[in-house]
């Protein structure tokens, strides 16, 4: 089945802990993102990546890294988790950048303490 | 700096009824605009619109594109309660890769 997946669905964690939310697709998509989506501030990109070692800044990268280094997977760091990072975070991807439609993992719920 | 705005932010409808949901926007070099749907889980898409005037039809929802005054509109005709979502439209920009979504509008279809 194709899909986006992401790990974990939920996670609390305390000021300053590094972390890492894992997203994986296996449909040989060649750009992925980066979401987190707040009440009244709607979706809002943080980083993506055009194909492997490829990245770039989103609207809201503070805080935030990347890393592409396979195709099929574009994991997320927190290195120093701060509360404003409490958010629901999506994971998506698609063909390419042409504007085809992008799938969006499940979702992680990130609560920092 | 490219702007997303979609209107109304929230509407409540009673089943049946028809809704118009807005959604103007400014990119510089526009390519598609994609509509999405959310639920209580991540978005699904809908549409992707490319042209102006040609309306994309699913079912009771539909959409279309006006390049030239930088809208959409997405109807839904005889409403029901699984209807109610936040809806999201994203332009797609040929000058770069980053995708803008709008703040959605928040629909709930009551019985």
């Not at chain 1, 501030?41 to 980083?47: A, D, M, V």
């Not at chain 2, 700096?1 to 109304?8: A, F, G, M, N, Y």
């Not at chain 2, 994609?34 to 959409?63: N, V």
Request: proline fraction near 5%; charged fraction near 20%.
């Amino acid at each position: 089945e194709a899909q986006v997946t992401q790990n974990p669905r939920y996670l609390i964690t305390v000021t300053g802990k590094k972390l890492t939310v894992t997203c994986s697709q296996n449909m040989n998509h060649e750009y992925m993102s980066w979401y987190r989506q707040d009440p009244g501030l709607g979706l809002r990109q943080i980083y993506y990546s055009m194909n492997v070692e490829v990245t770039d800044k989103g609207d809201v990268p503070e805080g935030y890294k990347v890393s592409r280094k396979e195709k099929r997977n574009f994991p997320l760091i927190l290195e120093s988790p701060s509360p404003n990072q409490t958010s629901l975070y999506f994971c998506a991807s698609s063909l390419d950048t042409s504007g085809y439609e992008q799938y969006f993992g499940p979702g992680t719920r990130l609560t920092v303490t | 700096e490219d702007k997303v705005v979609q209107s109304p932010l929230s509407l409540v409808v009673h089943e049946g009824d028809t809704v118009t949901l807005n959604c103007s926007y400014e990119v510089t070099n526009f390519r598609s605009l994609l509509w999405y749907k959310q639920e209580k889980k991540a978005p699904t898409f809908l549409f992707m619109l490319t042209s102006s005037g040609i309306e994309k039809k699913s079912g009771r929802l539909s959409s279309i594109l006006d390049k030239k005054e930088l809208f959409s509109i997405l109807n839904i005709t005889a409403t029901q309660t699984g209807d109610s979502a936040i809806y999201l439209c994203a332009p797609n920009s040929n000058s770069g890769y980053a995708l803008n979504f709008g703040k959605g509008t928040s629909l709930l279809v009551t019985p």
